[in-house]
């Protein structure tokens, strides 16, 4: 019997305004993700959340156009305080990654994000 049948497919929201870092998140989320999502600015992010209620895992860049990872993180409690949140912080500086919990982020990664990292992260909220 597969055990993969057991495991849930997760939908996926990248919020990364950087092709590459979009490009390579895709391919490291693909196999645990039913859907993915993407958005190049934190006013976008905002808005997929608001038409698909049901994203299970929003990766937050949190520096980007329009509005940035921390004010779209804000704007989406507001209305959804069960997706997961994982905050991609530049270089992990620790101000970043403190104010990414204190707005509402459930954990954060620096970059650059590592595959195996990342998964592992992503395993404590889902089975995947």
């Known amino acids: 019997m597969n055990n993969d049948n ?6 996926i929201l990248i919020a990364e305004d950087e092709e ?18 993407h958005a190049k600015s934190g006013t976008t992010t905002v808005e997929i959340c608001k038409n698909n209620p049901d994203i ?3 990766l937050m860049d949190i520096r980007m ?4 990872g921390y004010e779209a993180t804000l704007e989406i ?12 912080t530049a270089y992990g500086l620790d101000r970043d ?7 509402g ?12 990292k990342l998964l592992e992260m992503i395993g404590k909220y889902f089975t995947i």
Request: aromatic residues 8%.
């Open 105 to 116: 982020c459930n954990n954060y990664i620096a970059k650059p994000i590592g595959k195996s």
């Open 65 to 68: 156009p329009e509005m940035d």
């Open 20 to 37: 590459f870092s979009n490009i390579y998140l895709s391919e490291v989320v693909k196999k645990i993700s039913s859907e993915i999502f």
């Open 6 to 11: 057991q495991k849930k497919k997760i939908k």
């Open 97 to 103: 990654m403190d104010k990414s919990i204190e707005v």
């Open 77 to 88: 409690r507001k209305f959804n305080k069960d997706v997961i949140i994982i905050a991609q």
């Open 56 to 58: 299970d895992l929003i």
